[in-house]
């Protein structure tokens, strides 16, 4: 069964600081990797990872897989407040529908 | 900025009831999806919809669940029999392409369900 993992599931910081999040993940034929953010309600995308090394990024953030040791990490540097959120990790499988998540790591921000 | 739309944004149900939530995916999406979330756990996977008909689904999605789209905008996820397990949050989400990774799922604000 495919499986994903966080680490760490909660996280508190100072506005400015910055962090790493984790995720490895165990997918059979193994196509991409998604981030998402989700503040209140809706996940709202932030990366798609299909190759290994290739950093992406938008603004303070960014993302890097490595597929080689099966996972991903999320930085996030110069935090800010509105940065707090329940960050989610997925994978998926080639020729499936379906994302299987993990268990999010929930950041705080402290102004 | 196009979006996945859902109602009822929050409904509760006596147990033993029929439940329809409707979702408006992205117009030129082609794959549609009902995820859920019970409080505090993982977001997973319900159901896939592709021309017309399912093409995944998980074990959550027995014979009490059931995917339409009847009139080719909207997508509804029909529960027959509510368990009070059932109470959820739950996504609707799209995507243009022909799998999630291929392309970033949109998913709508949710439709929070309460079994009593």
């Known amino acids: 069964e495919d499986k994903v993992v966080q680490s760490p599931l909660s996280l508190v910081v100072h506005e400015g600081d910055t962090v790493t999040l984790n995720c490895s993940y165990e997918v059979t034929n193994f196509r991409s990797l998604l981030w998402y953010k989700q503040e209140k309600k809706a996940p709202t995308f932030l990366f798609m990872l299909?190759?290994?090394?290739i950093e992406k990024k938008s603004g303070r953030l960014s993302s890097i897989l490595d597929k080689k040791e099966l996972f991903s990490i999320l930085n996030i540097t110069a935090t800010q407040t509105g940065d707090s959120a329940v960050y989610l990790c997925a994978g998926v499988s080639q020729g499936a529908q379906k994302l299987v998540f993990g268990q999010g790591t929930r950041l705080t921000i402290n102004p | 900025e196009p979006e996945v739309t859902q109602t009822p944004s929050h409904q509760v149900t006596q147990m033993g009831q029929e439940v329809i939530l409707r979702c408006v995916p992205i117009?030129?999406?082609?794959?549609f999806y009902w995820y859920r979330q019970i409080l505090g756990q993982k977001v997973e996977f319900l159901v896939s919809f592709y021309n017309n008909e399912i093409s995944e689904k998980s074990e959550i999605f027995d014979d009490q669940f059931s995917v339409e789209r009847p009139d080719g905008s909207n997508f509804t996820l029909k529960i027959r029999s509510t368990k009070l397990e059932d109470s959820a949050m739950y996504f609707c989400?799209?995507?243009?392409?022909?799998?999630?990774?291929?392309?970033?799922?949109?998913f709508g604000e949710g439709s929070r369900l309460t079994v009593l």
């Open positions: 989400a799209s995507v243009r392409t022909s799998v999630p990774g291929g392309g970033e799922l949109f």
């Open positions: 117009s030129n999406h082609l794959y």
């Open positions: 299909t190759s290994s090394g």
